[in-house]
């Protein structure tokens, strides 16, 4: 039985209010932020993705792409950036949904019959005591939309546009300080 401390409220019970700064802003890109990110690929959303964390950092990504993704381009998933998914508390969906890597095989052609292949050696993927998570495999499309929902998950949230060139992005210096 679950107990709530100020009665029931519907909705999912994993994701907070929004931040009160976060409530007040406009929909849509901002005029100014504090931190704009130029692509969305991995590295860009899971910047923003740890930005997001922080409701009084302004953050934007902006991509050359009219839309996400819709095909990996790579989706192998060291275990490493499983445990980066794990910080950020999404890698127990990755794990469930990817594909586990436990061996690799190396094939030759049969040196009996040319028109068939022959395993020559398979060895451990991940060494032992490297990670408590596996090398995995998920299309990198899907990997890129668990971080843009929790980029855009309250509290902070964060702002994204697409087919942003030079010329339609503006840069406004920081205020000189003394």
Request: glycine fraction near 8%.
């Amino acid at each position: 039985m679950q107990f709530y401390l100020d009665g029931y409220r519907p909705g999912d019970p994993f994701i907070a209010d929004p931040h009160p700064s976060v409530a007040e802003r406009p929909g849509g890109l901002p005029e100014e932020v504090d931190v704009l990110i130029v692509g969305c690929g991995p590295a860009g959303l899971v910047l923003a993705a740890q930005l997001a964390r922080f409701p009084d950092i302004r953050t934007a990504v902006i991509d050359r792409r009219d839309g996400p993704l819709e095909v990996g381009q790579a989706d192998g998933v060291a275990c490493r950036t499983v445990e980066m998914f794990e910080a950020l508390g999404l890698a127990g969906r990755l794990v469930d949904e990817a594909y586990w890597v436990n061996e690799v095989s190396f094939w030759r052609p049969d040196p009996a019959d040319r028109t068939r292949i022959t395993r020559t050696g398979r060895v451990q993927d991940v060494e032992d005591g490297l990670s408590e998570f596996p090398h995995v495999i998920v299309n990198q499309a899907r990997m890129l939309a668990y971080l843009r929902e929790d980029m855009r998950a309250p509290p902070a949230g964060c702002a994204r546009t697409t087919a942003c060139t030079p010329s339609t992005c503006r840069w406004i210096p920081p205020p000189s300080t003394p």
